[in-house]
């Protein structure tokens, strides 16, 4: 089947800084993106879609200027969370999904952030 | 707006216990219902999809609209089958978002 990768896996920082999260497909071309922030014993929370090109599609309450999201290639989207702080620290999962609205969505493995 | 409820956040059944995850949906349209599992320590991975009304490690869902029900079932449940599933609704066609409920902690107890 195909895979999605999250790079890093687990990441520490200090309040105040920048950290990007990148998420790969690996063996497939991924047209549309999605990354989800899942708080402990949460559901997943679509925080925006990317597609590949153009600018990404965020939900309501989710702040595009904190949270960057660039979908340059088929196979790379990155989040980039800026300008960290606590209440940030989550657990991140992006998802890729093929050109058919019927493909399947696969999901990376995620992204644990904490912010000191 | 589209919505997805699972009422239960923890099933516990015994092994051979028939399963059903309850799933409701909110959605002007014509949905694509799918339900997805995360084994302990695992990335979350699709089970199955209404479209294919296919069968998948002995579960079944099938999608009832004039219920707005998505419930997923197996006859008989096996200890592997303890997990977390998630109930996810997408719009049919083009980048559409999926919307997953918050999820239910399957826990078959030998």
């Known amino acids: 089947g195909a895979v999605v990768s999250q790079h890093p896996s687990r990441v520490i920082c200090k309040s105040g800084t920048s950290v990007k999260i990148e998420c790969r497909s690996l063996?497939?071309?991924?047209?549309?993106m999605f990354w989800y922030r899942q708080f402990p014993k949460q559901s997943l929370m679509l925080m925006a879609t990317?597609?590949?090109?153009?600018?990404?599609?965020?939900e309501q309450g989710v702040e595009k200027d904190k949270f960057l999201i660039n979908h340059a290639s088929l196979t790379l989207s990155t989040l980039t969370v800026t300008s960290a702080h606590p209440e940030d620290s989550s657990f991140y999962i992006c998802s890729a999904r093929g050109g058919q609205s019927t493909d399947t969505q696969y999901f990376g493995p995620g992204t644990r952030l904490t912010v000191l | 707006a589209q919505r997805v409820t699972q009422p239960e956040k923890l099933l516990s059944v015994f092994k051979g216990a028939p399963v059903e995850l309850k799933c409701n949906y909110s959605?002007?349209?014509?949905?694509?219902l799918f339900w997805y599992v995360q084994y302990s320590r695992q990335r979350l991975q699709l089970l199955l999809r209404?479209?294919s009304r296919e069968s998948i490690k002995g579960f079944t869902a099938d999608l009832n609209k004039g219920e707005t029900s998505f419930h997923l079932k197996k006859p008989f449940a096996q200890e592997e089958d303890s997990a977390m599933y998630y109930c996810?609704?997408?719009?049919?066609?083009?980048?559409?978002?999926?919307?997953f409920g918050i999820g239910t902690k399957l826990q078959v107890i030998p």
């Open positions: 959605y002007s349209g014509s949905p694509e």
């Open positions: 990317s597609n590949e090109g153009s600018k990404a599609t965020y």
């Open positions: 996810a609704l997408s719009g049919a066609g083009g980048y559409q978002k999926v919307t």
């Open positions: 209404h479209i």
């Open positions: 063996d497939f071309q991924a047209t549309t």
